[in-house]
């Protein structure tokens, strides 16, 4: 663009959108708390919210911006659009994996290049999604929990058990062979986890081929959402995870008004 300058900025407060330089397709936005020192940056707690069907991650951001503040804590929160490769495919980013692209890999480059530019070390972070991104969270913690510190999953469609009779995604017996490694059970007992989900959440989820995600054994978790984020407590606490379950009263499928109780789960953690 002819008379435009480049430069290098550190935007403060609300970010705008930015692509990943990891993989343009897909961008973030963030939130640096007032707290936060240019020139000695100091330790940040970050928090990483992951965004349902209707990708809303710029408004769960603004949402937290009140907990930033109150922690001097990093807000990230990424966008994973609809379209990706093929038109009108709105659910690849729930299953971690899908043609080429690894998103908990792209999450990942995301939290390095957040913490390369404001130059502030993101060892561990507190992951939350609701919905299709809490499909996300609950996979990227079987594979990654060495990176988090705390981790809330609110309301999943669908659920993958710690069960090694059923395969992926419903169950984990084929986990290497999917992703080249094992899930490490002891490093998911070191996390603390949130089960949240809305007590009126209870309408019965699409069956048989009236299901996109349907495959042998998708049932097993039961036929709603309270009652899959129920059969994820009991696989979870089989294996001697540290889950609470959070039922909220008075809520439907409302990812808004689970950030409350979100919240008060990660300052009991001390802010994380």
């Known amino acids: ?117 404001y130059g502030v070390e993101f060892g561990r972070f507190a992951l939350f999604g609701f919905s299709g991104g809490a499909q996300f969270v609950h996979r990227f913690y079987y594979l990654h929990p060495e990176r988090l510190s705390a981790v809330s999953i609110a309301s999943p469609g669908n659920v993958t058990l710690l069960d090694d009779s059923l395969d992926w995604f419903v169950g984990t017996r084929d986990f290497r062979k999917q992703f080249g490694s094992p899930i490490e059970q002891d490093k998911l007992r070191d996390i603390p986890v949130q089960l949240v989900v809305g007590a009126l959440d209870c309408e019965t989820l699409p069956k048989g081929d009236e299901s996109p995600f349907w495959q042998e054994g998708v049932d097993y978790a039961g036929d709603s959402r309270i009652a899959r984020i129920r059969s994820l407590k009991r696989s979870m606490e089989k294996h001697g995870i540290r889950v609470r379950l959070d039922e909220i009263p008075g809520v439907k499928h409302e990812g808004v008004k689970l950030f409350p109780a979100v919240k008060f789960f990660l300052e009991g953690l001390g802010g994380n």
């Open 1 to 117: 663009m002819s008379g435009a300058r480049s430069g290098r900025w550190l935007e403060k407060g609300a970010t705008m959108l930015c692509a990943s330089r990891y993989d343009q397709r897909f961008s973030y936005c963030a939130y640096v708390p007032k707290s936060y020192d240019e020139v000695r940056p100091g330790k940040h707690a970050l928090v990483v919210l992951v965004h349902g069907t209707d990708r809303a991650a710029q408004r769960y951001r603004d949402e937290w911006i009140d907990f930033a503040e109150r922690h001097g804590a990093f807000v990230l929160a990424p966008l994973f659009p609809a379209g990706i490769i093929e038109e009108n495919e709105l659910n690849a980013y729930k299953f971690v994996k899908y043609h080429d692209i690894r998103f908990d890999l792209v999450l990942l480059a995301m939290v390095e290049e957040l913490a390369g530019k």
